[in-house]
C-alpha cells in the first residue's frame, strides 16, 4: 500500500509495460493502446529520442557456450530530432570484452567487428562514463530532460529508444549486474519501438528488416553494424511519429523511483 500511494504521488500508476511481459498490467496497457489509436487528442510528448543498438558477443548456435555471457562491444547512439528526422548528435565506441575477449568468427562476420576493434576498445564502464558526459552536453544545449528526472517533469521531453527490450532490458542490466557495474538509473525507462510499430499499423513484423519494408523504408549501411542499426532505427522512428502514432515508455525496471540528477 505505500508503494502504491507513492506512485500516485509521482503520478506513476501508469507506468507502461510490454504486453505479455511478465507482470504487464493489462489495464494499463489497454489504456495506452487507446491513446496509441488517437493521436490527434494528443501532442507528441517527446522532442527528440535516442536511439540506441548495442552489439554483443555473439556464438553461432545463438546461445553462448557454457560458463559464457553475451558482453557488449559496440555501444552508439543517435540523437534524433522527430520533427525533422535528422540526427543531430551521435556518440560511438566500441568496447572491449573481458569474459571472453577473443571474438567468434561468426560473431565477426555477423557484425563486421574485428579483433584488432574490440581489443583496442574501453572497458564498459568507461563506454557509460563517456556516454554520459555526452549525454549531458547534448541534453543541456537542448534544453532536454529524460523522462522522472524530476517530481515536476516525469515524462520529459526526451526518452531513449531501442527495438524490443533486449538492449537495456537484458544485455545492459545482465552484464552490470555481473560485473558489479554502477549503471544510471536513467537507463531503467526507454521506448521498445517493435511495441509502437505492433500496435500503430496492426501488423507484427518478423524482424527490423521487415518492419522498415513494411513502411516503404530501406535499410541503408550493414546490417548487425551498431551504428548503422541505430541510424535506421532512428529513420524509423522519425517514421512512425511522423504517421501519427504518440511515443510513450514501454518498460520501466524502477516504476517507483525517480531517477538521479548526475546528467543535470
Known amino acids: 500500500m505505500a508503494l502504491t500511494r507513492l506512485a500516485r504521488q509521482l503520478g506513476l500508476l501508469e507506468t507502461i509495460y510490454v504486453e505479455g511481459e511478465p507482470g504487464a498490467d493489462k489495464t494499463n496497457t489497454s489504456s495506452y493502446l ?68 577473443k571474438l567468434s568468427a561468426y560473431c565477426t562476420e555477423l557484425t563486421g567487428i574485428q579483433q584488432q576493434t574490440v581489443d583496442n576498445g574501453v ?72 511495441a509502437i510499430f505492433r500496435q500503430w499499423y496492426k501488423y507484427r513484423p518478423i524482424n527490423f528488416a521487415d518492419a522498415l519494408s513494411h513502411v516503404k523504408l530501406v535499410f541503408e549501411g550493414r546490417e548487425h553494424s551498431g551504428r548503422d542499426d541505430a541510424r535506421n532505427l532512428a529513420a524509423l522512428a522519425y517514421k512512425i511519429a511522423s504517421d501519427g502514432a504518440q511515443f510513450a515508455i514501454t518498460k520501466d525496471l524502477a516504476p517507483f523511483q525517480l531517477n538521479s540528477n548526475c546528467i543535470l
Not at 45 to 59: G, L, M, N, R, S
Not at 148 to 176: H, P, Q, R, Y
Request: proline share 7%; glycine share 2%; charged share 25%.
Open 34 to 101: 487507446t491513446k496509441l489509436r488517437k493521436p490527434h487528442l494528443t501532442m507528441q510528448p517527446y522532442k527528440y529520442v535516442i536511439c540506441i543498438d548495442f552489439e554483443a558477443t555473439c556464438w553461432e548456435n545463438q546461445a553462448p557456450p557454457k560458463w559464457r555471457e553475451s558482453e557488449i562491444i559496440e555501444f552508439p547512439a543517435m540523437l534524433v530530432n522527430l520533427q525533422t528526422g535528422k540526427i543531430e548528435a551521435e556518440f560511438h565506441k566500441y568496447v572491449m570484452p573481458i569474459e571472453s575477449p
Open 123 to 194: 572497458p564498459l564502464q568507461t563506454a557509460i562514463m563517456m556516454f554520459q558526459e555526452w549525454l549531458r552536453k547534448e541534453l543541456r544545449a537542448r534544453n532536454l530532460q529524460l523522462p522522472k528526472m524530476s517530481k515536476d517533469k516525469l515524462i520529459g521531453n526526451c526518452a531513449f529508444v531501442t527495438w524490443t527490450d533486449w538492449d537495456f532490458g537484458i544485455c545492459l542490466a545482465k552484464e552490470c549486474k555481473r560485473k558489479l557495474l554502477k549503471k544510471p538509473s536513467y537507463f531503467n525507462q526507454w521506448i521498445d519501438l517493435r
